[in-house]
Every structure is written in structure tokens, then in C-alpha cells.
């Protein structure tokens, strides 16, 4: 079992930049694809990035691909997604998400075993 808590969200202007933090529980998390995940509200939840267990191999939405930066330091269970030049349709409540079966990256919400509450990123224009 894995616990997942997200930190770091708030309001910025547009351009502006913010990281985002997921710290996990659990000894197993080294071994987990961690993915990002972000839901505007009355839109359903879409794939943002997503890192391998190594941090060697990174995936990311076609919306956020030069802007946002997804990494990870499995000696401090977490995982990180810097977001640079944001724009107002960046706003949402982001999620970050484990895999547990399997070492390939996945992008859809179904292939994600443990979820966090999520946290509020509002970017203003």
C-alpha cells in the first residue's frame, strides 16, 4: 500500500512557475511509476507527465511538453513536477498517481493503482 500527499499548489499569474511535491509512504515506492494528473473542473482527468522507477525515462503531455518537468529522489519518496510559463488552462487540481504493475509508462488514469487528494493550482491571466 501506498499513500500518496501532494504540496505545493497555489495561485500564480500566467508565466509565473510553480513545483509541485508528492511525498510517498511505503518502502516500495523506488519501484513505482509515478505519473502527474490534472482535473479542471467539469473535464475529466487527463495525463500530465510521468517518470520510470530510475528517473532515467520521463513522459509528458503534448500541452505541457517544454514548460513542465517531471523528477524524482527515491531516497526522499517523492516526486516533483516543476511548471514553468504557465497559462491560464493549466488551472486545475493536480493529482499524482503510482503504478505498481509494471516498468512501462502509462498514460491513462485505469493503469494508476494509488491516487493523492490532489492540489489546487490556479493560474491567472
Known amino acids: 500500500q501506498v499513500q500518496l500527499v501532494e504540496s505545493g499548489g497555489g495561485l500564480v499569474q500566467a508565466g509565473g512557475s510553480l513545483r509541485l511535491s508528492c511525498a510517498a509512504s511505503?518502502?516500495?515506492?523506488?519501484?513505482?511509476?509515478m505519473g502527474w494528473f490534472r482535473q479542471a473542473p467539469g473535464k475529466e482527468r487527463e495525463f500530465v507527465a510521468a517518470?520510470?522507477?530510475?528517473?532515467?525515462?520521463?513522459t509528458y503531455a503534448d500541452s505541457v511538453k517544454g514548460r513542465f518537468t517531471i523528477s524524482r529522489d527515491n531516497a526522499k519518496n517523492t516526486v516533483y513536477l516543476q511548471m514553468n510559463s504557465l497559462k491560464p488552462e493549466d488551472t486545475a487540481v493536480y493529482h499524482c498517481?503510482?503504478?505498481?504493475?509494471?516498468?512501462?509508462?502509462?498514460?491513462?488514469?485505469?493503469?494508476?493503482?494509488?491516487w493523492g487528494q490532489g492540489t489546487q493550482v490556479t493560474v491567472s491571466s
Open positions: 517518470i520510470n522507477w530510475s528517473g532515467g525515462s520521463t
Open positions: 498517481a503510482a503504478h505498481s504493475r509494471g516498468w512501462a509508462i502509462p498514460t491513462t488514469v485505469d493503469e494508476y493503482d494509488y
Open positions: 511505503g518502502r516500495t515506492f523506488r519501484y513505482y511509476v
